[in-house]
């Protein structure tokens, strides 16, 4: 199997082998990934980090040797904690990977911090929302998540819909009547996940809370709103703009 790693600051991976088709997610600095197809012009790749896979352009390919594969593995990553950093000559956005304790950075966590999830999504507010974007110049609902929880200590995937799969249940959005959060409140803890459900009951969405009435998410921005036993509730449009599904604690 051959193998590259993402040497530019962002790499976008499309849905298709096409520069028209969508955008499903990026490759941020350092992540590396396997090729599991090929055209002249494309690679389909498979992100070693959560198996995600979308084509990128052959021009941006980095193959990386087994040797060099092994090395990476064993050697210790520090993340991008900072929205941006400067390193190598290089802007890197948060979340992004280097192999040597630079400013900016932490070192990847094996045990999960509610506390640095939290910071993290703080850390980002006002990032403009971008389908498939997974930096600062973009980034959608689930990969703040995936970040923030990345640099917290936990490996989630990359979509809303796989992530509802981790952490432990808190409670179901049906179980919620009016009022109740109140009494639910002592339940909720900044860093659970709340999960939003469209009008086919699919997971769609994905926000972390900061209490039992705030939440941070990614729609048109990385933005705080009101968080209550509906769903999400936009001040300015005055609309809820979320239907809740579930929560969901990571550990």
């Not at 210790?76 to 304790?101: A, H, M, T």
């Not at 929880?149 to 179980?175: C, I, T, W």
């Not at 926000?207 to 709103?225: E, F, P, Q, T, Y």
Request: aromatic fraction near 10%; charged fraction near 25%.
């Amino acid at each position: 199997m051959r193998h590259g790693i993402c040497s530019l600051s962002v790499i976008p991976m499309r849905k298709e082998a096409s520069h028209e088709s969508e955008l499903v997610s990026e490759l941020l600095f350092n992540d590396i990934y396997e090729i599991i197809d090929e055209n002249q012009e494309w690679l389909k790749i498979r992100c070693l980090y959560d198996s995600y896979e979308g084509w990128i352009r052959k021009l941006q390919h980095n193959e990386l040797s087994q040797e060099k594969l092994n090395e990476y593995i064993s050697k210790d990553k520090y993340i991008i904690n900072s929205p941006v950093s400067y390193y190598n000559f290089k802007v890197l956005s948060f979340g992004s990977k280097i192999f040597e304790n630079k400013p900016n950075t932490i070192m990847l966590r094996n045990s999960f911090s509610p506390k640095i999830m939290v910071e993290s999504a703080i850390k980002l507010l006002d990032t403009p929302y971008r389908w498939g974007g997974k930096s600062i110049m973009g980034i959608d609902c689930s990969a703040l998540v995936q970040l923030c929880a990345k640099v917290a200590g936990f490996k989630l995937p990359r979509d809303a819909s796989q992530q509802v799969n981790h952490g432990d249940l808190v409670m179901y959005g049906n179980e919620i009547q009016a009022g109740d959060l109140v009494m639910y409140g002592n339940e909720i803890q900044a860093g659970d996940l709340a999960f939003f459900e469209n009008e086919n009951r699919k997971i769609t969405h994905v926000g972390i809370l900061l209490s039992n009435d705030k939440i941070i998410h990614a729609s048109g921005k990385v933005r705080i709103d009101t968080f209550d036993q509906t769903g999400i509730f936009n001040k300015e449009s005055k609309l809820h703009t979320h239907i809740l599904s579930v929560i969901k604690r990571l550990k």
